[in-house]
């Protein structure tokens, strides 16, 4: 049998921080870079950062509401970003500034994987909003509404949120399971395993917000595990 020395050890652990930060890219956010589906993505500055603003110019006909990446092939790795999000003015009393980084991204937008927030459940009164602060979905044929109605609880859950604060976000993806951790936390908030549009898919990366919301987005990088 081989014997495993420190040293060998070591060379592995280096080459594979060395394997992965080959495919680490920090996406530099340029309206340019970006596809906008029923959405309208901006360059602005917010609270301090370079960022891209994306808001709705009208109702959406879907929940496909997002500006998609160009050039990004992802499917297996880690999605990190800086979000924030709030509800526009004069929206809807459900508004709640929803918004999130959608991941394997048809380029038509037909199919998509997509963790995002709901800052303004993050500190409510009521507990049950604040179990509804993180979500999982997918499109098509997982909305949030069929998941909570038929597995309750599993595809939701509590994280700590400020509307119009900056979030940060990430993202691990691993065949048909994904992990979504919220402000460098150690452990995940939401773990899903079982990714509805299978584990081969895959597509780009988008930035997603959801109706009556003001969304902000900067500091993305993408690392790519295959």
Known sequence: MKKITTTSLGLSFALSVLFASANAQDIALKPASLTPYQVTATATDYKGKAAIAVEMPKAPINEKTVAVLKDI???????????????KANSGEGARGFVG??????????????????PTN??????????HSAQYVSMPGFPWEKLRKETPEKYESYADLVPAEWTKVKIEVKDDKA????????????IVNDLKQGKDH??????????????????????KAD
Not at 102 to 110: H, L, P, Q
Not at 182 to 190: C, D, E, M, R
């Open 73 to 87: 092939d992802f499917h297996n790795g880690t999605i990190e970003a800086t979000i924030s999000g709030q509800p």
């Open 179 to 190: 992990k979504f951790y919220v402000n460098g936390a150690a452990q995940p908030t939401l």
């Open 101 to 118: 980084i959608a991941f394997r991204v048809a380029a038509d937008t037909s199919k998509m994987e997509l963790f995002y927030i709901r």
């Open 202 to 223: 895959r597509g780009s990366v988008g930035l997603w917000i959801g109706p009556g919301t003001l969304g902000h987005f900067t500091d993305l990088k993408v690392t």
């Open 122 to 131: 993050g500190r409510a009164d009521d507990q049950v909003r604040r179990n």
